[in-house]
DNA sequence: TCCGCGATCCACT
DNA sequence: GTGGATCGCGGAG
């Protein structure tokens, strides 16, 4: 396993390889890379169970200038991934109890993250069933994803790129003929008036 | 060291 | 539609 919580010298080594083609779109401003990523599969391969969902609903945090950000305060321990290069995992622990999961985006340093609210089942939805112990509502909120896909603070950090981790993203190859709505962020109590919150139409 | 709150979910009405 | 559960994190003292 991977885990990779950078040390403060590691700061300005950069990343250690170029970024996928499909992947430079993380690269940009993560209110249009959070728009980019609808539609994407997150594949995922915990335990042996092999599942994926393809991403309808996400919302964009943009570190230093969003208060809603936990990148806002400043570099610590938990968020420490955020600083690091696109593409990478940040899970955190929500009321103590659930994960949630986000794509690192933007270049390093500028800590900005996409949190994955929602997606449709492509693989693997009897062992979804399973692992959320009921057959409906399984990845309609964050912290229902996470425990579709078996995410939890296991993979922190992990290159979401590299065909040998766990969970990987899968870029979808002819974009542009989803219409995208846009919407305020849930449950956050800071910049509410931001509309980083996208969906396909028709979710 | 302590305290308040939160990027949520679920059962119940 | 609403309210309770539940604990890790960060800021204050």
Same mark, same amino acid.
């Given at each position: 396993m991977i885990l990779d919580s950078p040390m403060p010298g590691d700061a300005g080594r950069g990343r250690p390889e170029p970024v996928a083609p499909a992947f430079s779109v993380l690269e940009g401003d993560v209110v249009a890379a959070a728009q980019s990523l609808l539609g994407w599969r997150l594949n995922s391969e915990v335990g042996g169970i092999v599942t994926a969902i393809e991403i309808t609903e996400v919302e964009?945090?943009?570190?230093? $200038? $969003?208060? *809603?950000?936990? *990148? &806002?305060?400043?570099?610590? $321990?938990?968020?420490?991934?955020? &600083?690091?290069?696109?593409? &990478? /995992?940040?899970?955190?622990?929500?009321?103590? /109890?659930?994960?949630?999961?986000?794509?690192?985006?933007?270049?390093?340093?500028?800590?900005?993250a996409i949190l994955m609210r929602g997606g449709d089942i492509v693989t693997g939805r009897a062992e979804i069933e399973a692992r959320r112990g009921r057959a409906d509502h399984l990845t309609d909120g964050p912290g229902k994803l996470c425990q579709a896909l078996g995410i939890s603070g296991d993979h922190y950090g992990i290159d979401l790129a590299d065909p040998s981790s766990m969970v990987r993203l899968e870029p979808v190859t002819a974009p542009g003929s989803m219409s995208i709505v846009a919407g305020p962020r849930i449950g956050i109590s800071k910049a509410v008036e931001r509309p980083w919150r996208f969906r396909r139409a028709g979710e």
């Open positions: 964009a945090y943009r570190g230093a $200038d $969003d208060p *809603a950000s936990h *990148a &806002f305060r400043g570099r610590t $321990d938990r968020n420490a991934v955020m &600083f690091g290069p696109p593409g &990478f /995992l940040y899970v955190y622990r929500s009321y103590g /109890l659930h994960w949630c999961a986000n794509v690192v985006a933007a270049r390093a340093g500028i800590a900005s």
